[in-house]
């Protein structure tokens, strides 16, 4: 029989007072059922272990009967330290549950002294950083998101705001403003972990609850639910939860945002330039439709109000996505002076290698590939995988629309294994520059007009990205030759 005695849950369990074990008991039985069936029995038995002087084998195999464990059955360690898996993790979650009721009492101390001292909004902003360290360090572990719903949920469950008249500094208005900024950097947080999901790690039933309950949790107040904020962020993410984002939805999110930014403290308006921009990418992403001219504005909006820099400084991401946008629409000149007069908002350690790639794209774009390939150095060292990928589809144009066919051939097919051998690579890049590799392959290997013909065809459901528009262009211009 496995040795759970001596596991690494059991002596996990020792850091309990023995007088919470009945508390830990109940959390554990409002787990969801099938992590609650494996770890009651468990958790029973390491408590009644515990309190023995000489440990029972009669109540292991208790315990392997109940869970219907065969000694003999080599799968039963697997199942046992499945078991006792799960156990560990709702001990976790204990923990981090008992951490943030034991927070909230003291904040709710907190409140009250600041309702004295007339201090309203000193102590909002204090509290506010102060529960910021608090929280950070937990959002890294394995409980991070159950930890979220509980400390949204707590938000609601104040005993001040019906035992006060609203006066000037009321207690109550203390809450509704440490409250709403609280819930909108847990909104900020949902938005987030959407976005990472659908673009990243993938979106999955668990992952779709937790951000339902979450989002339920922070509009469950309808004062709250009613916040400007509130509303445009709990509008994004239901859009795009739902898998039905649309340009008419947008157009209300910014006319909604609109109204709040100019009188947002800076971390919100950082939120909703972010969450007005991701929309759209996303919303371009998923649709056939560009949607450079509104993608522009917003990132104008963004220079213009401060909310695309952080600590500072533009990040890469952004600072690429204006010079890829506004060379995409021909809006060359704008791009120009976003190099003039944001390229030192670059963070240094990254400046010397953004702004030559920045410059051979807008001349790639003007017309002069060959000025733009002697920008591209070869020994240049990429930031990330994004940034390898621009300048390789820069080269690509280059080399194909310079004539450079034996470079083109040794390139693609460079890029090609590229792509092979990163597999860690995003999907949402790795599949598009896969497909457009494959098609810039039958362009080059084309001879007559019907081939062409069906390229363009297979082209019409590709999405909307400047690769595939960029093979649009270039099969047209070989059918025209043709005929």
Same mark, same amino acid.
């Given at each position: 029989?496995? @040795?759970?005695?001596? *596991?690494?849950?059991?002596?996990?369990?020792? /850091?309990?007072?023995?007088?919470?074990?009945?508390?830990?008991?109940?959390?554990?039985?409002?787990?969801p059922?099938?992590? *609650?069936?494996?770890?009651?029995?468990?958790?029973?038995?390491?408590?009644?272990?515990?309190?023995?002087?000489?440990? *029972?084998?009669?109540?292991?195999?208790?315990?392997?009967?109940?869970?219907?464990? $065969?000694?003999? !059955?080599?799968?039963?360690?697997?199942?046992?330290?499945?078991?006792?898996?799960q156990?560990?993790?709702?001990? +976790? !979650?204990?923990?981090?549950?008992?951490?943030?009721?034991?927070?909230?009492?003291?904040?709710?101390?907190?409140?009250?002294?600041?309702?004295? +001292?007339?201090?309203?909004?000193?102590?909002?902003?204090?509290?506010?950083?102060?529960? %910021?360290?608090?929280?950070?360090?937990?959002?890294?572990?394995?409980?991070?998101?159950?930890?979220?719903?509980?400390?949204?949920? /707590?938000?609601?469950?104040h005993?001040?705001?019906?035992?006060?008249?609203?006066?000037?500094?009321?207690?109550?208005? /203390?809450?509704?403003?440490?409250?709403?900024?609280?819930?909108?950097?847990?909104?900020?947080?949902?938005?987030?972990?959407l976005?990472?999901?659908?673009?990243?790690?993938?979106?999955?039933?668990?992952?779709?609850?937790?951000?339902?309950?979450?989002?339920?949790?922070?509009?469950?107040?309808?004062?709250?639910?009613?916040?400007?904020?509130?509303?445009?962020?709990?509008?994004?993410?239901?859009?795009?939860?739902?898998?039905?984002?649309?340009?008419?939805?947008? $157009? #209300?999110?910014?006319?909604?945002?609109?109204?709040?930014?100019?009188?947002a403290? %800076?971390?919100?308006?950082?939120?909703?330039?972010?969450?007005?921009?991701?929309?759209l990418?996303? =919303?371009?992403?998923?649709?056939?439709?560009?949607?450079?001219?509104?993608?522009?504005?917003?990132? #104008?909006?963004?220079?213009?109000?401060?909310?695309?820099?952080?600590?500072?400084? =533009?990040?890469?991401?952004?600072f690429?996505?204006?010079i890829?946008?506004?060379?995409?629409?021909?809006?060359?000149?704008?791009?120009?002076?976003?190099?003039a007069?944001?390229?030192?908002?670059?963070?240094?350690?990254?400046?010397?290698?953004?702004?030559?790639?920045?410059?051979?794209?807008?001349?790639?774009?003007?017309?002069?590939?060959?000025?733009?390939?002697?920008?591209?150095?070869?020994?240049?060292?990429?930031?990330?995988?994004? @940034?390898?990928?621009?300048?390789k589809?820069?080269?690509?144009?280059?080399?194909?629309?310079?004539? #450079?066919?034996?470079?083109?051939d040794?390139?693609?097919?460079?890029?090609?294994?590229?792509?092979?051998?990163?597999?860690? =690579?995003?999907?949402?890049?790795?599949?598009p520059?896969? $497909?457009?590799?494959?098609?810039?392959?039958?362009?080059?290997?084309?001879?007559?007009?019907?081939?062409?013909?069906?390229?363009?065809?297979?082209?019409?459901?590709?999405? *909307?990205?400047?690769?595939?528009?960029?093979?649009?262009? #270039?099969?047209?211009?070989? =059918?025209?030759?043709?005929?």
């Amino acid at each position: 029989m496995a @040795d759970l005695l001596h *596991s690494k849950t059991a002596r996990l369990l020792g /850091v309990f007072n023995r007088k919470e074990f009945p508390a830990i008991e109940r959390f554990i039985a409002l787990a969801p059922k099938a992590q *609650s069936d494996q770890a009651l029995p468990i958790f029973k038995f390491l408590v009644k272990q515990s309190g023995r002087g000489a440990k *029972s084998k009669a109540d292991t195999q208790a315990l392997y009967q109940a869970m219907g464990w $065969e000694e003999a !059955d080599p799968a039963t360690t697997s199942k046992v330290n499945f078991a006792l898996h799960q156990l560990k993790q709702l001990l +976790e !979650d204990y923990l981090l549950h008992d951490f943030y009721r034991r927070k909230e009492q003291e904040r709710e101390s907190a409140l009250m002294a600041a309702y004295r +001292e007339r201090q309203a909004s000193e102590f909002v902003l204090e509290a506010s950083a102060r529960l %910021d360290k608090l929280i950070e360090p937990m959002c890294k572990g394995p409980a991070y998101y159950k930890a979220e719903s509980e400390l949204i949920n /707590v938000q609601f469950n104040h005993p001040y705001p019906n035992q006060f008249a609203r006066r000037k500094y009321d207690i109550y208005d /203390v809450m509704l403003s440490f409250d709403r900024q609280h819930l909108s950097i847990r909104l900020i947080h949902i938005w987030n972990m959407l976005l990472e999901s659908i673009q990243f790690s993938g979106m999955d039933d668990a992952k779709r609850l937790r951000i339902q309950t979450a989002l339920e949790a922070v509009t469950a107040d309808p004062e709250f639910a009613a916040e400007p904020f509130i509303l445009v962020y709990t509008m994004a993410i239901r859009s795009v939860l739902e898998g039905a984002p649309d340009f008419a939805t947008f $157009e #209300q999110i910014r006319a909604a945002a609109d109204r709040i930014l100019p009188y947002a403290p %800076d971390p919100e308006v950082m939120g909703l330039m972010n969450l007005q921009i991701n929309y759209l990418i996303h =919303l371009q992403s998923v649709s056939a439709t560009p949607y450079s001219e509104a993608l522009l504005e917003r990132y #104008q909006l963004g220079l213009d109000n401060g909310g695309l820099f952080k600590d500072g400084y =533009l990040s890469y991401g952004d600072f690429m996505n204006m010079i890829n946008i506004s060379a995409r629409i021909n809006r060359l000149d704008w791009a120009t002076a976003l190099i003039a007069d944001y390229g030192h908002r670059l963070n240094p350690e990254i400046r010397d290698q953004v702004l030559p790639l920045a410059r051979a794209r807008i001349l790639y774009f003007k017309g002069d590939p060959a000025a733009a390939l002697r920008l591209l150095n070869p020994s240049r060292k990429a930031l990330n995988d994004a @940034d390898k990928l621009f300048e390789k589809l820069l080269r690509t144009y280059c080399y194909y629309e310079l004539g #450079q066919d034996d470079l083109l051939d040794a390139h693609v097919e460079a890029f090609r294994k590229f792509i092979l051998r990163h597999q860690n =690579l995003n999907e949402v890049i790795r599949k598009p520059v896969s $497909e457009f590799l494959r098609l810039l392959r039958r362009l080059l290997q084309a001879t007559d007009a019907e081939q062409l013909r069906a390229l363009q065809t297979e082209l019409v459901g590709m999405p *909307s990205i400047y690769p595939f528009e960029w093979l649009g262009k #270039q099969t047209q211009l070989r =059918l025209d030759r043709l005929n």
